[in-house]
C-alpha cells in the first residue's frame, strides 16, 4: 500500500514537454486519478531503477486532459543541483502513481479577478490554477519574472485570455527589473492572488500586498477590486523540494503563526497572514 492508504497507479507516459527552460513536463495517462486532482495537487512518482532501486519524485500535476485521461506534471530541480534521472525518462515507458499530495490551492469566494506571480520554477504550481480560472470565466493576470527573456515561461503554455506581463533583470523583455517593480500596479485590481517561487519572489508579493492602501481600490487598468476587508486573498506557495511526501521527514516544513505547516500535507499555498515571514 502507499503512503496515501491506495495502491499505487501504474501509468505510461504519453508525452513530455518544456515547462520552462530545464523544466520537463511529462505526461501520463491515468484516467483514474483524473477527476480527483485539483490546482495545489502533487503526485509521487515511483520509477524502477538497475539493482531494484526505486526513485521516487513529487512532482506538482500542471494540467489535466479529461477527455484522454491524462495528468500531466512538472519536474522539479532537485535541491543539490543535479541531474534528475527522471530527466531522460521516454514515452511508452511506465511510473507507479500515488496521491494526490497536498492541499487544493484555495478560492476566494466570488473571485473574478486573479493575479498570479510566478518565475520558472513557481509556475508549475500554479499552471493548473491559470486554465482552471480561466475556465471559470475568470480575468487572470500573470506576472513573471527572469534573469534574461529566454528565461521567461513561454506565452504559447498559456490560455489566450491570460494578460502576461514580465521583468527581466537585463532589460531584454518588459520592464528591466524584477517583479517587485510590477506588483504595486496589479495587487489592487486583484481579489484573489496567488505567489509562487524562490523567497524573494514571495517577500515582494508580501510587501506589495502590505504597501496597499485599502483606501483606493482603482488601479492602472482602470477596473477596481471586488475584494472585501478581511478576505484570506493572498496566498503564498514557497518552491521547495518535497521529500517523502507524507509529511514523515519534516523537509518541507515551513514556520507559521499557528504552528508548522508541512508543504505536502497542509500546503502547498500558505495564506499570507498566517505566515511567520509576512509580518
Given at each position: 500500500?502507499?503512503?496515501?492508504?491506495?495502491?499505487?497507479?501504474?501509468?505510461?507516459?504519453?508525452?513530455?514537454?518544456?515547462?520552462?527552460?530545464?523544466?520537463?513536463?511529462?505526461?501520463?495517462?491515468?484516467?483514474?486519478?483524473?477527476?480527483?486532482?485539483?490546482?495545489?495537487?502533487?503526485?509521487?512518482?515511483?520509477?524502477?531503477?538497475?539493482?531494484?532501486?526505486?526513485?521516487?519524485?513529487?512532482?506538482?500535476?500542471?494540467?489535466?486532459?479529461?477527455?484522454?485521461?491524462?495528468?500531466?506534471?512538472?519536474?522539479?530541480?532537485?535541491?543539490?543541483?543535479?541531474?534528475?534521472?527522471?530527466?531522460?525518462?521516454?514515452?511508452?515507458?511506465?511510473?507507479?502513481?500515488?496521491?494526490?499530495?497536498?492541499?487544493?490551492?484555495?478560492?476566494?469566494?466570488?473571485?473574478?479577478?486573479?493575479?498570479?506571480?510566478?518565475?520558472?520554477?513557481?509556475?508549475?504550481?500554479?499552471?493548473?490554477?491559470?486554465?482552471?480560472?480561466?475556465?471559470?470565466?475568470?480575468?487572470?493576470?500573470?506576472?513573471?519574472?527572469?534573469?534574461?527573456?529566454?528565461?521567461?515561461?513561454?506565452?504559447?503554455?498559456?490560455?489566450?485570455?491570460?494578460?502576461?506581463?514580465?521583468?527581466?533583470?537585463?532589460?531584454?523583455?518588459?520592464?528591466?527589473?524584477?517583479?517587485?517593480?510590477?506588483?504595486?500596479?496589479?495587487v489592487a485590481w486583484a481579489d484573489q492572488a496567488v505567489a509562487a517561487g524562490a523567497s524573494?519572489?514571495?517577500?515582494?508579493?508580501?510587501?506589495?500586498?502590505?504597501?496597499?492602501?485599502?483606501?483606493?481600490?482603482?488601479?492602472?487598468?482602470?477596473?477596481?477590486?471586488?475584494?472585501?476587508?478581511g478576505d484570506a486573498w493572498l496566498s503564498v506557495i514557497v518552491t521547495h523540494e518535497v521529500?517523502?511526501?507524507?509529511?514523515?521527514?519534516?523537509?518541507?516544513?515551513?514556520?507559521?503563526?499557528?504552528?508548522?505547516?508541512?508543504?505536502?500535507?497542509?500546503?502547498?499555498?500558505?495564506?499570507?497572514?498566517?505566515?511567520?515571514?509576512?509580518?
Amino acid at each position: 500500500m502507499s503512503m496515501m492508504g491506495t495502491a499505487p497507479v501504474v501509468a505510461e507516459v504519453v508525452g513530455l514537454g518544456e515547462l520552462a527552460p530545464g523544466r520537463i513536463a511529462i505526461q501520463l495517462h491515468a484516467p483514474s486519478f483524473v477527476a480527483g486532482l485539483r490546482p495545489g495537487h502533487a503526485l509521487h512518482l515511483l520509477r524502477a531503477e538497475a539493482g531494484g532501486y526505486r526513485l521516487r519524485r513529487v512532482a506538482p500535476v500542471t494540467l489535466l486532459d479529461p477527455l484522454r485521461g491524462v495528468v500531466e506534471v512538472g519536474l522539479q530541480p532537485r535541491a543539490d543541483g543535479g541531474r534528475d534521472s527522471l530527466a531522460d525518462i521516454r514515452i511508452g515507458e511506465r511510473v507507479a502513481l500515488t496521491g494526490p499530495i497536498g492541499q487544493p490551492i484555495p478560492k476566494v469566494p466570488r473571485s473574478t479577478q486573479l493575479l498570479v506571480a510566478c518565475d520558472g520554477e513557481g509556475f508549475a504550481w500554479v499552471r493548473l490554477l491559470i486554465n482552471s480560472a480561466v475556465a471559470e470565466g475568470r480575468s487572470v493576470v500573470l506576472v513573471q519574472s527572469a534573469q534574461t527573456a529566454a528565461e521567461l515561461i513561454p506565452a504559447a503554455l498559456l490560455p489566450e485570455r491570460v494578460e502576461i506581463v514580465v521583468a527581466t533583470a537585463d532589460g531584454s523583455l518588459g520592464v528591466r527589473g524584477d517583479i517587485a517593480d510590477l506588483l504595486p500596479q496589479y495587487v489592487a485590481w486583484a481579489d484573489q492572488a496567488v505567489a509562487a517561487g524562490a523567497s524573494t519572489l514571495v517577500d515582494a508579493a508580501r510587501s506589495a500586498a502590505r504597501k496597499h492602501s485599502s483606501g483606493s481600490r482603482t488601479t492602472a487598468r482602470g477596473s477596481r477590486s471586488s475584494r472585501r476587508e478581511g478576505d484570506a486573498w493572498l496566498s503564498v506557495i514557497v518552491t521547495h523540494e518535497v521529500g517523502c511526501g507524507s509529511g514523515v521527514c519534516g523537509g518541507c516544513t515551513v514556520p507559521t503563526r499557528t504552528g508548522s505547516i508541512r508543504l505536502c500535507r497542509e500546503g502547498p499555498a500558505i495564506d499570507v497572514s498566517s505566515f511567520d515571514g509576512g509580518r
